[in-house]
């Protein structure tokens, strides 16, 4: 294994629903296909970087609920070492009903996520960055976030930032962010468009690598004086869910391969892609890698 990233951020137990179309109000419907599994942005991610033959360690609040069990079990088998924030905590983790529409694998999505669970610094493990070669924050642990953000800026370690949506409190991870990766969700205090966030976030980071991505469209990036575009794959897709997180793994994977900033969001989406060709969050995993610089 080439290298061994920390994961900060959400877990979640994912219920995914495979359904030929929502059901409407008072509506019962049998699901065509079901898959469970561990979830959350830091999660999938870490999940999809230990899958490109990295080591990956994920600091996240679990706990001790009978239905952690599950999240454990799925851990374990993906090979993702889990650095637990609330080791005895007793009530459930966070849920997410996740329904998949047959056809255009949109995803609609019930969940939980850890406004009620931030941990205080004082419960992270010693030294969490020891033997550590790259940081992604999701923002889901604030006070965590920020605490690795700044250690890891003194130890001269890359810190990626997962952009999903802005969530209070990102202002203070941003000064040692070297990378953010948002979706077109993303939208700072008083930002309304992607030039807006663009010029947000350029102030924001001191030496800012920048890119937004569009679901299915084109992905824009800012990178040092370079500004550009990079398509993505034309796919079918079967389900977007954790399209995202992959995405951010997989970049994770590929700069620390010394890769440009744009070839590695480039990668990223194929990656990213392949995963929207199967249902669930785990079944492309399944699909072979040809090789380490190229993905089918």
């Known amino acids: 294994m080439d290298h061994c990233g920390l994961f900060v ?13 929502l059901p409407q109000s008072n509506q019962k419907q049998v699901a065509q296909e079901l898959a469970i599994a561990a979830g959350g942005p830091a999660t999938n991610a870490a999940v999809t970087f230990r899958h490109l033959g990295n080591q990956a360690k994920l600091m996240s609040a679990v706990g001790q609920h009978p239905l952690t069990t599950l999240v454990r079990a799925d851990l374990t088998t993906q090979q993702v070492e889990l650095l637990d924030l609330a080791p005895q905590r007793q ?14 694998g949109d995803r609609a999505v019930i969940s939980r996520n850890a406004v009620n669970l931030q941990i205080a610094v004082d419960q992270m493990s010693p030294n969490p960055l020891d033997n550590i070669n790259i940081v ?14 700044q250690a890891a800026q003194h130890q001269n370690i ?3 930032l997962d ?3 802005w969530k209070p409190g990102l202002e203070q991870v941003l000064p040692f962010v070297h990378y953010a990766i948002c979706s077109a969700n993303f939208l700072p205090p008083g930002c309304t468009s992607q030039s807006e966030v663009m010029a947000y976030l350029q102030q924001a980071i001191a030496s800012p690598s920048i890119a937004i991505t569009h679901g299915g469209a084109s992905i824009h990036y800012s990178h040092q004086k370079e500004q550009g575009e990079i398509p993505v794959p034309i796919i079918s897709p079967i389900d977007t869910l954790g ?3 992959i995405f951010h793994g997989a970049f994770c994977h590929w700069i620390l391969q010394g890769t440009s900033f744009p070839e590695a969001l480039t990668q990223s989406a194929q990656v990213a892609a392949l995963a929207c060709q199967s249902f669930g969050t785990r079944q492309w995993l399944l699909s072979p890698i040809i090789s380490d610089k190229s993905v089918p």
């Open 9 to 21: 951020g959400l877990t979640t137990l994912d219920l995914i629903y495979g359904v030929a179309h």
């Open 136 to 149: 992604l924050i999701d923002g889901h642990q604030i006070e965590i976030s920020v605490a690795i953000a």
């Open 158 to 160: 890359p810190v990626v």
């Open 243 to 245: 399209a995202g997180d």
């Open 91 to 104: 009530a459930p983790p966070p849920l997410s009903s996740i329904l998949v529409t047959e056809g255009t």
């Open 163 to 165: 952009g999903g949506s």
